[in-house]
């Protein structure tokens, strides 16, 4: 079991910057690989960064792609997501999830935990 705990969401005005931090306990957090997720209301969730146990390969959704930056400190068993030039459409509830293979992963279904969640909202 891996349990995930998100912390940094908020409110902010677009063209803004918020840190997201997932803590990660209980199994070896080195050996998985873990990604951001997003679901906005009536949406589906969607993958916006994943990054493997490495850290060597990262994957940005097209959206986010230049304003998102995901990286992990498996010293520390934490993952980050750092936004900057955030957009209205980038509000919606952030996971943190991990899935028990060191490759990463963009889809929903090949992720096994899952974090609470943290809500992001930008403002126009």
């Known amino acids: 079991q891996v349990q995930l705990v998100e912390s940094g969401g908020g409110l902010v005005q677009a063209g803004g910057s918020l840190r997201l931090s997932c803590a990660a306990s209980?199994?070896?957090?080195?050996?998985?690989?873990m990604g951001w997720f997003r679901q906005a209301p009536g949406k589906e969730r969607e993958c916006v960064a994943a990054?493997?146990?490495?850290?060597?390969?990262?994957y940005y959704a097209d959206s986010v792609k230049g304003r998102f930056a995901i990286s992990r400190d498996n010293a520390k068993n934490t993952v980050n997501l750092q936004m900057n030039s955030l957009k209205p459409e980038d509000t919606a509830v952030y996971y943190c999830?991990?899935?028990?293979?060191?490759?990463?992963?963009?889809?929903?279904?090949?992720?096994?935990?899952w974090g609470q969640g943290t809500q992001v909202t930008v403002s126009s």
């Open positions: 990054i493997s146990w490495t850290g060597r390969s990262t």
């Open positions: 209980g199994r070896t957090f080195s050996s998985v690989a």
């Open positions: 999830a991990a899935r028990s293979f060191s490759s990463l992963s963009q889809y929903t279904t090949e992720y096994d935990f």
